[in-house]
């Protein structure tokens, strides 16, 4: 029996007898009884079913994670503006400026130097020595805001578990939102996240490492500022 028109028929009935009847009718040929019958066989969810439905699985959980994880970022990032509307403080542009200097050090130190890299497989393009520039681009930004951008707010500064916190969140938190992007474009077997952004890799590669700092962020604002 040619398998395609069972599989194009696959699914109409409740057990796997009936899916079959079903196609020999309609390619003429007599029913034929399968072999194993048993209730445990022939109901849905053993062997090939199951895969299927472990695969659809698999995509809802990534599907509600998808949706959680960006959305979920996303409202952490307005309640975080809103805290600084209420409180004048900067630690939305703190965050964001903070971020894109640690990945263009990153970037700069990664390509100027080179060397070992940190995760080959899942983002073979990561080095120490990019991450090491990260770090120094993350230092440096931090001492000077200190020094002479936040001055202009009243009743704010920044203390040094402050310092060390914003230093760690835009270096290694920085870090692991980047890489688990990564990650999840190796999964998908996908270059890009979107084409929007050419050269860039899409706009998700560019929000990568804000996606997972902001709502860390966000956290500590509230552990010690509220």
């Not at 034929?32 to 299927?52: A, F, M, V």
């Not at 542009?93 to 060397?115: H, Q, R, T």
């Amino acid at each position: 029996i040619d398998k395609r028109p069972y599989i194009d028929f696959y699914g109409k009935y409740e057990t796997l007898q009936e899916d079959f009847d079903y196609v020999c009718k309609k390619i003429g040929l007599p029913k034929t009884k399968l072999p194993h019958t048993n209730k445990s066989i022939n109901k849905r969810g053993g062997g090939y079913e199951q895969k299927i439905i472990n695969t659809f699985n698999n995509r809802t959980y990534w599907f509600l994670f998808g949706i959680v994880y960006i959305f979920g970022s996303m409202a952490a990032l307005i309640y975080l503006r809103s805290v600084d509307s209420i409180l004048n403080t900067p630690f939305t542009f703190l965050l964001f400026a903070g971020v894109m200097i640690n990945d263009s050090m990153a970037f700069i130190f990664g390509k100027a130097i080179g060397g070992p890299k940190i995760l080959p497989i899942i983002s073979p393009n990561k080095t120490y020595s990019g991450l090491l520039g990260g770090l120094l681009g993350s230092i440096v930004f931090i001492t000077l805001c200190d020094m002479y951008f936040l001055n202009g707010f009243t009743n704010f500064y920044l203390s040094n578990t402050d310092k060390i916190f914003f230093v760690f969140v835009f270096n290694i938190v920085g870090f692991c939102g980047d890489s688990f992007e990564s990650f999840i474009k190796r999964k998908a077997k996908i270059k890009d996240s979107s084409g929007i952004l050419l050269g860039h890799g899409g706009m998700f590669d560019r929000l990568d490492s804000l996606i997972l700092t902001t709502p860390v962020t966000m956290f500590y604002v509230i552990a010690y500022y509220l």
